[in-house]
Nanobody
Framework: VQLQASGGGLVEAGGSLRLSCVAS????????MGWFRQAPGQEREFVAG????????NYVDSVKGRFTISRDNAKNTVYLQMNSLKPGDTAIYYC?????????????????????WGQGTQVTVSS
């Protein structure tokens, strides 16, 4: 299984970035997909998650209204559109896959629940 994240970079406050994560080696539709981030000296934090169909999404409060998670199951890809970026958004962003194991499966926000992880992509927001 591989999750390949891309799209990070350096942007000024107020700017936008779009992260992508392409999955291979798994049946993409059987996984909830999530984005997490980790700033230096801090724990890994849930940012957003999307259900297998893409119809449901959850966000951490600090990004609601600014970030949008989506997925394209035909391309095995999950996206994170980040608008109105702030210096506090600076972190390494990771995509992750959580295998669905029941009919009514929730979008988990705990990193230890997720089965597979990408390598991370750096997002730096300057003030």
């Amino acid at each position: 299984v591989q999750l390949q994240a891309s799209g990070g970079g350096l942007v000024e406050a107020g700017g936008s970035l779009r992260l992508s994560c392409v999955a291979s080696g798994l049946y993409f539709r059987s996984y909830v997909m999530g984005w997490f981030r980790q700033a230096p000296g801090q724990e890994r934090e849930f940012v957003a998650g999307v259900s297998s169909t893409g119809n449901n999404a959850n966000y951490v409060d600090s990004v609601k209204g600014r970030f949008t998670i989506s997925r394209d199951n035909a391309k095995n890809t999950v996206y994170l559109q980040m608008n109105s970026l702030k210096p506090g958004d600076t972190a390494i962003y990771y995509c992750a896959a959580d295998k669905i194991t029941s009919v009514y499966y929730s979008i988990n926000d705990k990193p230890e629940i997720y089965d597979f992880w990408g390598q991370g992509t750096q997002v730096t927001v300057s003030s």
